[in-house]
């Protein structure tokens, strides 16, 4: 699609360069599986009861209609609701998940509100879900080895059943009997006297040995080390080979990968990004405090960074005003990177290539205002262009242009015109598998290969977009080499060949500059964050500026 009022051809609907694990060329879009990134107040994890939703309803919540059949024939079953307590909506949320298609961090929330659970049962729901689908590949492990049939073979709501009575028994503080008993009753209300009864024998195979001896059986049993890793830590297996590699191709020991992987099970902190001019992180901090009850702090990795201590964040008035929002320190720090980078000559017009759902946008926004500069920020998908919309909100009028447009374009209809251009590309998400735990048994090694080729099209566009001495930040939020610097240098060595000279500026000193605490890879040229090292999302950031001249 056209840069908006540039004009230019309409794509057909559906194709959307969105962020996060959800974005990306249609060809690699699964049915159902939603759009979404959290935008301005909105999160995972922790952040509970309002972590997150989305108005919007089934659609917007990545939706479809429920498929009725496994492809052998069996029935999928969702549970029948019979009761609003925690069991049930985390039930019904993986339900959800596993059926429609849908994101937990979108449909947890509505299911809270629609069940009316006290904060007490509303945390105990949430940490259910949560638990349940980051750990899924290890109690599937168990659980497949205490059945005598293949766990394809169950019906759906009746091995999300056990993977929450697994995860009541081996991931939290349940005593055996009450897990037991209450996963048993919900099977009952929820699948029938027979499922119940294959649940109860299960849970109590399970819950003859305690968390420890089940790792040592999975390691145990496993043909290799990096199976087992896989296996304990819930991961793809190809995921856990690909992100080795990653580990290695920059720079870091293949060693990490255990710590890593642990990494990714971990509840992400709940960090809010005070938007400069707008409003102070301290003033921000203070601002949580009262509403809260808790003690933030500023962030380590990006000064505008407030690391809440618990609460919701939708409770405060700065997020719901759009001063401020839920947004990574990683994700933070690329932005200001993108804007502070130095380049050659004038310094006013500025684009977000790939805009949705607005975070980095409107923090550059923010930035672009009190520069003197102005930014354009582009977005495929019209739903995730009212999104931007929204999180630019509070910024004065006419700061940032929306527009909706494909980014791939830009370069080809507006040649030179922008002196900063941030792409921050479609991508597989692996590097942010804590906050979407069930992305990762969604994606394919095929969908990285697919989306290495539109980061390809954006970053050149990008490159075409730019005048000559300014600067493009080319940003993606996975580690794996196919779509970091692999994409880079291809690009560049694509450039060079016709004619156009880029230089690759140190990302680390950059962060250096920018960062509180440095980052744990400012030794590298391009950087790249990591959630086991840095507390981030695993961002990854290549700084480039076109000479100016012809090289």
Known sequence: MAPGPAGGPRRPAGRSHGKGQQRGHAGIQRRGQGRERGSAGRGTGREGRRGSSDSAGHRAQGGQEPRDR?????????????????????????TRVGRDGAFANLALPPALDAAGLDSRDAALATALTYGTLRLRGRYDAIISLCLDRPLDR??????????????QLLGMRVPGHAAVSATVDLARRSAGHGAAGLVNAVLRRIS?????????????????????????????????RDLRQALVAHGRPAEELAALLAADNADPEVVL??????????????????????EP?????????????????GRI?????SRAAVEDEGSQLVALMAAQCPLQGRDERWLDLCAGPGGKAALLGALAVQRGARLVANEISSHRADLVRSAVRALPPGAVEVRQ???RLYGE????RYDRVLVDAPCSGLGSLRRRPESRWRRTRGDVTELAQLQRELLTSALRAVRRGGVVAYVTCSPHALETELVVRDVLRRQEREGMAVEVLHAGDAATRIAPRPPAGAEREMLQLWPHLDGTDAMFCALLRVASSPG
């Open 70 to 94: 496994h492809q052998d024939g069996h029935r999928r079953r969702g549970p029948r609701r019979t009761g609003a307590d925690a069991r049930q909506v985390a039930l019904e949320v993986l």
């Open 154 to 167: 169950l019906d759906d709501v009746v091995l999300d059943l056990l993977r929450l009575g697994a995860h």
């Open 208 to 240: 003859a040995k305690d968390p420890g001896q089940w790792l040592a059986v999975l390691r145990e049993q496993a043909p290799d080390g990096i199976t087992a890793l896989a296996q304990v830590e819930s991961h793809p297996l190809w995921v856990a």
């Open 273 to 294: 990004c005070a938007r400069p001019g707008l409003i102070a992180p301290e003033r921000l901090a203070k601002e949580a405090r009262l509403v809260t009850g808790q």
């Open 297 to 313: 702090a500023i962030g380590a990795v990006s000064p505008c960074a407030v690391v809440l201590g618990g609460g919701d964040p």
């Open 317 to 321: 008035r700065a997020v719901r005003d």
């Open 405 to 407: 447009g494909d980014g």
């Open 413 to 416: 209809q507006e040649p030179g």
